[in-house]
C-alpha cells in the first residue's frame, strides 16, 4: 500500500517558519491535486492548501499571505512554506493526493500527520 510520507514538522517561535514536505513511498500515477490539511487539538479537520497539476493553487483565508504552497510533479512531491507563524497554526499537519483511475474514479491518498507546534 502506497504512503505519503512527510517530514519537516517541529517547534516553532511565534514569527518563525518552516517548511513541510511529502512524497510517496512509491510512485504513483495520474495524481491531478495535493495539498495540506491540518488537525488541531479538539477541532476537525481543517484545508490549508492545495495545488492542481495545472499549478491552481488554492488558501484557506487564514494563511493567505503567510503560506505557499508548492509542487514537483516529476517527484510526485508536494511543500508547504509556512512563514510568519502563529500560536493559532499549531496542529498536526497531513499531506494528501488524489489519483485519477483509469474508470475515471478518484483514489484518495494521505500522510501519517506531522506536528507543527508554534510557541508564543
Known amino acids: 500500500q502506497v504512503q505519503l510520507v512527510e517530514s519537516g514538522g517541529g517547534l516553532v517561535q511565534a514569527g518563525g517558519s518552516l517548511r513541510l514536505s511529502c512524497a510517496p513511498s512509491?510512485?504513483?500515477?495520474?495524481?491531478?491535486?495535493m495539498g495540506w490539511y491540518r488537525q488541531a487539538p479538539g477541532k476537525q479537520r481543517e484545508l490549508v492548501a492545495t495545488?492542481?497539476?495545472?499549478?491552481?493553487?488554492n488558501y484557506a483565508d487564514s494563511v493567505k499571505g503567510r503560506f505557499t504552497i508548492s509542487r514537483d510533479n516529476a517527484k510526485n512531491s508536494v511543500y508547504l512554506q509556512m512563514n510568519a507563524l502563529k500560536p493559532e497554526d499549531t496542529a498536526v499537519y497531513f499531506c494528501?493526493?488524489?489519483?485519477?483511475?483509469?474508470?475515471?474514479?478518484?483514489?484518495?491518498?494521505w500522510g501519517q500527520g506531522t506536528q507543527v507546534t508554534v510557541s508564543s
Open positions: 512509491a510512485s504513483i500515477s495520474n495524481i491531478i491535486n
Open positions: 495545488a492542481t497539476n495545472g499549478g491552481s493553487t
Open positions: 494528501y493526493a488524489k489519483r485519477l483511475t483509469a474508470w475515471a474514479t478518484i483514489n484518495d491518498y
